[in-house]
């Protein structure tokens, strides 16, 4: 892979260290799901200068991104939010790799997807329940190191997102349900490491949807937690692979 460009990592070096970027640069990074959270974990990847990136979606942007998507603007309604971002981080980084793949991850889907692009870690953005389940134990079977984002709606405190193992969240439906499944369908206890917030939802904030990729309801959701979701599974993801602390 190519070498980021001097400018690009000038202000990063004397913070991580020329070894640090250097890896960094050799990196492959799985975002799956690019809309509010992962969108921002991708760009904080491109401006550390992680030399690979792979966008795994299938949606467009729609005017309901609007609020809180970094690849929605009125400019890029109706494209495809792996396009939107491929050609974002291109503008940051020309150096990096970036591959896209239009298409929602599936339970059916994971094994051949991850196999075939053999990524060092996995950054979970997905907003379904079953595919998120799947993803998570085949990184977790595989060997392959990955931190999955839970509910970012409903909540509107910063303060209460935090780190977690899946075994040890509280407060968050998404990662409840997870955690059955993954007891339930892989026999995994423990073991996922996530973006969580002890923040309890406000229950009036539920929206029941077509029940498309899997998915049967949402929440309400404002600008600025699930960019703080994003960019703390970016730096989590970061630190793993630079073995930033000691």
């Known amino acids: 892979m190519s070498q980021p460009a001097p400018e690009l990592v000038q202000r990063t070096l004397p913070l991580l260290g020329h070894e640090a970027v250097g890896r960094l ?12 959270v992962g969108a921002y974990a991708a760009e904080m990847l491109a401006r550390t200068a992680v030399g690979h990136i792979t966008l795994i979606d299938g949606d467009s942007v729609s005017p ?65 329940i079953q595919p998120k389940v799947t993803l998570a134990a085949w990184c977790i079977h595989n060997n392959v190191r990955i931190i999955s984002s839970m509910g970012a709606g ?12 899946i075994s040890e969240t509280a407060y968050d439906g998404l990662a409840r ?48 937690i699930p960019a703080q979701f994003g960019m703390m599974a970016a730096a989590y993801a970061i630190e793993q692979l630079t073995v930033l602390k000691k």
């Open 25 to 36: 640069s050799c990196c492959h990074v799985a975002v799956v799901g690019v809309g509010g």
């Open 64 to 128: 309901s991104n609007l609020n809180r998507q970094l690849p929605a603007l009125v400019s890029t309604i109706g494209r495809p939010k792996v396009d939107v971002m491929s050609q974002r981080i291109t503008d940051i980084n020309p150096s990096a790799c970036v591959d896209v793949l239009n298409t929602f991850i599936t339970p059916e889907s994971v094994d051949g997807i991850m196999t075939r692009i053999a990524p060092d870690f996995v950054i979970d953005a997905i907003d379904s």
């Open 154 to 165: 409903g909540r509107i405190d910063p303060a209460h997102v935090a780190y977690a193992d």
């Open 177 to 224: 349900e997870i955690r059955r499944r993954l007891r339930r369908d892989f026999g995994i206890y423990k073991g996922l490491p996530v973006v969580y917030s002890t923040e309890p939802p406000r229950r009036s904030a539920l929206v029941m949807t077509d029940e498309i990729a899997y998915k049967a309801s949402s929440y309400g959701t404002v600008a600025w």
